[in-house]
Nanobody
Framework: QVQLVESGGGFVQVGGSLRLSCAAS????????MGWFCQAPGMEREFVAA????????YYTDSVKGRFTISRDNAKNTVYLQMNGLKVEDTAVYYC????????????????WGQGTQVTVSS
């Protein structure tokens, strides 16, 4: 069982930056692949980024490539999403998720979810 708690969301202007954090409970964090997803009002939950257990392999959706960076610190049981060059269309609730095997890009592939953190980008 893994419990995930996101933080770092907030209100930022276009072009600004935020760093989201996701703290995981348990002693087996390093065995989990982690993902970030976002969900805007009335929309389905969408893939943003994912990272494998040791941080060597990462995946990004096309719209965030070059702007967002996913990373992890297994000693701190934490995964991060550095968000630069934010756009209005990045506004959403951001969720982190964990799964036992390889990194994946589909919400249904993940077993554990955090409660989400709101990111609002204003023009």
């Amino acid at each position: 069982q893994v419990q995930l708690v996101e933080s770092g969301g907030g209100f930022v202007q276009v072009g600004g930056s935020l760093r989201l954090s996701c703290a995981a409970s348990g002693r087996t964090f390093s065995s989990y692949a982690m993902g970030w997803f976002c969900q805007a009002p009335g929309m389905e939950r969408e893939f943003v980024a994912a990272i494998n257990w040791n941080g060597v392999i990462t995946y990004y959706t096309d719209s965030v490539k070059g702007r967002f960076t996913i990373s992890r610190d297994n000693a701190k049981n934490t995964v991060y999403l550095q968000m630069n060059g934010l756009k209005v269309e990045d506004t959403a609730v951001y969720y982190c998720a964990a799964r036992r095997t390889t990194a994946a890009m589909t919400p249904n592939d993940y077993d554990y979810w955090g409660q989400g953190t709101q990111v609002t980008v204003s023009s």
